[in-house]
């Protein structure tokens, strides 16, 4: 399985605009599927976004349009751009690799938007 490393949480307010990051330690980066996951306040874990292989990417509904997913092989990294944050988008940002070896979670990344 591979190490996952999230960065680029922190405190924002509310129509601010953060960048996460994911990177990977494994060589299978370029052939898996990355998604990014979070887990608000007392509820349960959520799909936000996901890009295949192919740069081919979905949106939850509740960020269509305001967050981006992106993906550099090179550097095995993965990205969130979240823009139109609102305080609703507060939790812990979790990315995730899938590939013929199985799924690799990182240990989470705390996103708090308040005034």
């Known amino acids: 399985q591979e190490q996952l490393v999230e960065s680029g949480g922190g405190l924002v307010q509310p129509g601010g605009s953060l960048r996460l990051a994911c990177v990977a330690s494994?060589?299978?980066?370029?052939?898996?599927?990355m998604s990014w996951y979070r887990r608000p306040p007392e509820k349960q874990r959520e799909l936000v976004a996901t890009i295949g292989q192919s740069g081919n990417t979905n949106y939850a509904a509740s960020v269509e349009g305001r967050f981006t997913i992106s993906r550099d092989n090179n550097e095995r990294t993965v990205y969130l751009q979240m823009n139109s944050l609102k305080p609703e988008d507060t939790a812990v940002y979790f990315c995730k690799s899938s590939n013929w070896r199985g799924d690799s979670w990182g240990q989470g990344t705390q996103v708090t938007v308040s005034s």
């Open positions: 494994g060589s299978a980066f370029a052939i898996s599927t």
